[in-house]
């Protein structure tokens, strides 16, 4: 059975740094796509941004462009998630979400293609 933790949130200056890990266990890391989602209080699970399976390709929100990098270590068996010039409103809770379903591209940004989540880490952004 897949598992996912998320690690690396915490508190951060506005315009500062942070990096998520997503570490994946139970099954073969490369069969897996994986997203990255955020939800703030009072708001919708929103996407950030998600890698195909043996880093085949990457997709960004439009607010993460040039901001958020992502990066594979399959001998860790985790994705990374720099984000970078962090912003108050970055503030959430990050998941990270896993697929081995065959499906377009451009649907990477939709979380009911995901059927395993993590628990979350808090991201909290100080102005």
């Known amino acids: 059975q897949v598992q996912l933790v998320e690690s690396g949130g915490g508190l951060v200056q506005a315009g500062g740094s942070a990096i998520l890990a997503c570490t994946l266990t139970g099954r073969p890391f490369n069969n897996y796509d994986i997203g990255w989602f955020r939800q703030a209080p009072g708001k919708e699970r929103e996407f950030v941004a998600a890698v195909r399976r043996s880093g085949a390709g990457t997709l960004y929100a439009e607010f993460a462009k040039g901001r958020f990098i992502l990066s594979n270590d399959n001998a860790k068996r985790s994705v990374f998630l720099q984000m970078n010039s962090l912003k108050p409103e970055a503030t959430a809770v990050y998941y990270c979400?896993?697929?081995?379903?065959?499906?377009?591209?451009?649907?990477?940004?939709?979380?009911?293609?995901?059927?395993?989540w993590g628990k979350g880490t808090q991201v909290t952004v100080a102005s």
């Open positions: 979400a896993s697929t081995d379903h065959q499906f377009g591209y451009w649907l990477l940004g939709s979380p009911p293609q995901y059927d395993h």
